[in-house]
């Protein structure tokens, strides 16, 4: 007998419920019940509290008795790592305070997606186990005092980042429960701080005497002494080889550093403009340190980009490492003081109070540490730590009830607002170029009259493209900047998250002006890094006369079909995780060119390479057919309002000069420019312009000179007429014979 249909609908939602209920488990479940790794850590435990507290973390108990404590540092120390993006570890602590576990749970740093396997990130952060909360650990051999680990090789930051995110967040959940004494900077505070109604003036060698400036310098010899056991790197100019004989003494590097926070120290260091300008960008509690250095070696390195992270010099203080990141730095100009040395290298860092992994107290002592790395292979690299102590002055601090100077109040500025402040120079240089493109094409009808002129403006500015906003400022446009816009948006927009890179962001702005007006070819023909590369290279093979090849016309407009697929997949694949489609969008070679620099794996390396290869007698092939960014502006762009690139009707019926020459033949058979295909090269607009080459006007020209050529004048002979040409006369007929 059948059930009733109420009951069967009833049955149904009964089961629809169980499901829901089973596949809910997990969000319900405590933290040993998503990660049951936790068990192991602790095989005492009799049940998990839940994640709570400030900071948040889940007790262990044994019975009554709590045993440890588990917490995902995400939630407790987020320090950005290469990605920009931290990385977040299970951590495991026990009542003693020993470290019991670690695991990753998620990172996205792209040096662990380019041949780096993830495997050793993960070996690196279970060395931590079994080491104490407060153990002093430094990544990288070298003196001082405690724990050396050695880096994962050629990933030297984010191995640093990874230590100060267990370190740090473990520090904070065993003061904040008492395993420990506080942690620093999670105190009430120091019973000292910096005296900011005291100055003195003072010169270099004063300031050295009394410890406010400190010292580390490094011969050669020393440095190779360090390395001395180790593989050699093989590079004929590697710093850290052995010197020849009698440079032994040579400056490896001698580098001074003093905390400029202090008047007495700041204001006659960097002069009164220059301090009262560093001390309005520092907020609440932030430290200024100065760095500065002659020598073979760089302490800035050339290892950061796009919100990246200093990793040769950094402070350590009770254990726990300050970095560096590129937000953080302040440039240093001219000194005023006497008696200071003129450095080549010198810059200040500001270490951030308001950043909660840092709990650093400037009038504690502090170590400053200098990381040395020896290249032994394209990706391995071996690293020795060099570090000095340092300790302000006590002239300098008071206790906190006389502290009566400095104006504190003021609310510290947005990290995105630092981050412009602290890239001053480099936009202004961004915007210098961008300035300069736009009298390019303000006044490209003015130009295109002077080909060999407007030829050499060209190519200076594709090489300025490609150094200065692809290599240097790492400022190459993905289409995941296009997905990535279009889902904030879609969910929740915020301008912030936009501002975080200030070059990317102008440039930004800059292109979604040019695509409104003029169309996508102004980016890809002008402010494209690689796409810069490849015109380069086709104009240097035309000059060694390299052949060119081209599709016949029907294959060239299939494969523009190409890059528009690839936008599609890629953004269906966004749809579901972005995440996901920057994976899939290495289709685009920038990184690998353009912001690695080429150092990555040999299958991206070649990759690269064979498209710039390929540009060589096919020019901008990857530009044209294949490229996601450039078919995502061509849709973009598709309803600009100007067309400024002149047409006759005579263009294509039957001239083809212009079509035959445009470098990306985006002109078609009957003379019309495909604005979705164009790059703005303005080719054309010279030929249009050259009355020595385009039809109409060669035919114009030369009815003008015609036109005003004179008329031939008659010749007259000197002397007496033969008689017949004399009036009156008969002429003589001549007759043969």
């Known amino acids: ?179 420990i004494a506080g942690a620093g900077g999670d105190e009430a505070g120091s019973e000292v701080t910096v005296r900011r109604d005291r100055y003195q003036r003072a010169d270099w060698p004063a300031l050295v005497a009394n410890g406010a400036i400190g010292h580390l310098h490094l011969t050669r010899q020393q440095v190779a002494d360090a390395f001395q056991g180790q593989p050699e790197s093989g590079l004929v100019d590697d710093p850290t080889a052995p010197p020849p004989a009698g440079h032994g003494a040579d400056n490896f590097i001698d580098l001074w550093f003093a905390d400029v926070t202090p008047p007495t120290v700041g204001r006659n260091l960097l002069g009164e403009a220059a301090y009262a300008d560093l001390m309005k960008r520092l907020g609440q509690g932030d430290t200024a340190v100065a760095v500065m250095a002659n020598g073979i070696y760089s302490f800035k390195g050339l290892g950061y980009v796009r919100g990246g992270i200093f990793d040769r010099v950094h402070l350590i203080q009770d254990g726990r490492l300050v970095l560096f990141h590129d937000t ?25 109070h308001a950043v909660a992994a840092s709990g650093f107290d400037a009038v504690r002592p502090w170590t400053l540490q200098l990381m040395v790395n020896r290249q032994i292979g394209p990706l391995q690299s071996i690293y020795h730590t060099f570090t000095t102590d340092y300790r302000m002055p006590p002239g300098y601090t008071t206790a906190p009830a006389s502290a009566g100077g400095g104006d504190r109040s003021a609310t510290p500025k947005a990290l995105w607002e630092q981050v412009w402040l602290g890239r001053k120079l480099d936009i202004a240089l961004l915007l210098a170029g961008l300035g300069t493109l736009t009298l390019i094409l303000a006044f490209q009808d003015w130009l295109v009259r002077y080909p ?28 995941v900047n296009i997905f990535t816009f279009i889902h904030s948006v879609l969910n929740s927009f915020q301008w912030s998250t936009f501002l975080m890179d200030p070059l990317v962001f102008i440039l930004w702005v800059f292109v979604a002006a040019t695509l409104l007006l003029l169309g996508r070819g102004v980016y890809c023909g002008w402010l494209c890094p690689f796409g810069a590369l490849q015109v380069l290279v086709n104009k240097l093979a035309r000059r060694f006369k390299v052949a060119q090849f081209e599709f016949p016309p029907y294959v060239h407009e299939r494969l523009w079909a190409i890059k528009y697929i ?172």
């Not at 003129?342 to 951030?352: S, T």
Request: with cysteine.
């Open 452 to 479: 060999h002129l407007l030829e050499r403006i060209r190519v200076g500015f594709l090489v300025y493209t490609l150094v200065y906003i692809g290599w240097y400022s790492l400022a190459q446009l993905s289409v």
């Open 1 to 179: 007998m059948n059930a009733p249909r109420w009951l069967r609908s009833w049955l149904r939602l009964g089961a629809l419920a169980g499901l829901l209920a089973v596949a809910s488990l997990p969000a319900f479940a405590g933290i040993d019940g998503q990660y049951p790794e936790l068990r192991k850590a602790f095989p005492e435990a009799t049940r998990f509290g839940d994640v709570e507290g400030n900071p948040p973390a889940a007790a262990v108990y044994q019975g009554d008795k709590v045993v440890g404590y588990a917490f995902e540092t995400v939630m407790v120390a987020p320090v950005p790592a290469y990605s920009g993006k931290p990385i977040n570890i299970l951590v495991a602590i026990g009542a003693d305070g020993a470290i019991r576990s670690a695991r990753v749970l998620h990172q996205e740093e792209p040096i662990l997606l380019v041949g780096i396997p993830v495997q050793k990130l993960y070996d690196f952060v279970d060395r931590y186990i079994g080491h104490h909360v407060d153990d002093q650990i430094v990544v990288g051999n070298g003196g001082g005092g405690g724990t050396h680990i050695d880096a994962i090789s050629s990933a030297t930051v984010t191995s640093m980042v990874a230590n100060e995110t267990i370190l740090n967040a473990a520090l904070k959940v065993a003061a904040s429960r008492h395993i």
């Open 566 to 737: 690839i936008l599609l997949v890629l953004f269906g694949i966004s749809l579901q995780s972005v995440a996901t489609a920057e994976h899939y969008a290495e289709v685009e070679p920038f990184k690998t060119a353009i912001t690695l620099h080429f150092a990555r794996s040999w299958g991206f390396v070649l990759y690269a390479v064979a498209l710039v290869a390929v540009s060589a007698f096919n020019n901008k092939f990857y530009c044209r057919y294949v490229c996601p960014l450039g078919a995502g502006l061509a849709v973009s762009g598709r309803f600009h309002l100007f067309e400024w690139l002149r047409r006759r009707k005579e263009c294509g019926r039957p001239c083809q000069i212009c079509a035959n020459e445009c470098e990306v033949r985006a002109i078609n058979q009957i003379g019309q420019i495909n604005f979705n295909e164009c790059h703005y090269c303005l080719d054309c607009q010279v030929t249009y312009a050259n009355d020595h080459k385009c039809p109409p006007l060669v035919e114009r020209r030369k009815k003008r000179e015609r036109a005003a050529r004179p008329l031939p004048t008659p010749v007259v002979l000197s002397g007496t007429p033969p008689a017949g040409d004399r009036p009156g006369t008969t002429p003589t007929i001549p007759t043969n014979g």
């Open 328 to 352: 953080d730095l302040v440039q240093m100009g001219g000194s005023p003081l006497a008696g200071k040395p003129d450095f080549a290298e010198q810059a200040i860092f500001i270490v951030r």
